[in-house]
């Protein structure tokens, strides 16, 4: 502003009015030549802040951008975890079941066929213990047959022949 003083001393000093206008507007043109250095100084850190903030905003947009892009990526792998854990539980359940009604099947056929032995054994005990009922009931004379029958079991080990207290045959 030293310029700008000295060219009011100028307009205070000049005595003639050719000289009073020439300090007058080469005193108005210091003022508009400092006054826009100024604005270009001002215009200038203007555009620098905006440059830097718009540098700073795409930065951080690009910032929130990647979080966006890494937290659907996160839940979307979160997402297809749960579904492969509920998939994977399901199946596992689903082989259980299958393995459960499998075995159930196979127990169920099992109890059939062993009813059916046991009943195709008894039917044949008491074909066995009706025919010798008969044998003996037939029989011209008792003394024929060793020994009475007295209800003992047909096919236990041990003592050979029938005998009176219901032993092995």
Do not use: C
Not at 26 to 37: H, R
Not at 54 to 63: A, G
Not at 116 to 129: A, G, I, M, P, S
Not at 148 to 162: E, P, Q, S, V
Request: charged share 30%.
């Amino acid at each position: 502003m030293d310029n700008i003083r000295d060219k009011t001393a100028q307009i205070r000093q000049a005595v003639y009015g050719k000289d009073v206008r020439e300090s007058l507007a080469s005193g108005i043109e210091a003022i508009s030549d400092k006054q826009d250095l100024h604005e270009l100084t001002v215009t200038n850190k203007q555009d620098l802040h905006e440059q830097n903030m718009t540098i700073r905003q795409n930065k951080h947009e690009l910032e929130m951008d990647n979080n966006i892009n890494n937290y659907k990526e996160n839940i979307t792998n979160q997402q297809n975890n749960y579904e492969n854990k509920i998939t994977s539980e399901w199946t596992d359940y689903k082989i259980s079941i299958d393995s459960s009604e499998h075995d159930r099947i196979n127990n169920e056929n099992n109890r059939k066929v062993n009813e059916q032995l046991r009943q195709d054994n008894e039917y044949t005990r008491q074909n066995v213990y009706y025919d010798f009922k008969d044998f003996v009931n037939t029989s011209d004379k008792i003394n024929r047959v060793p020994y009475l029958f007295d209800g003992g079991d047909l096919g236990d080990t041990g003592t050979t022949g029938l005998t009176i207290n219901g032993g092995d045959l």
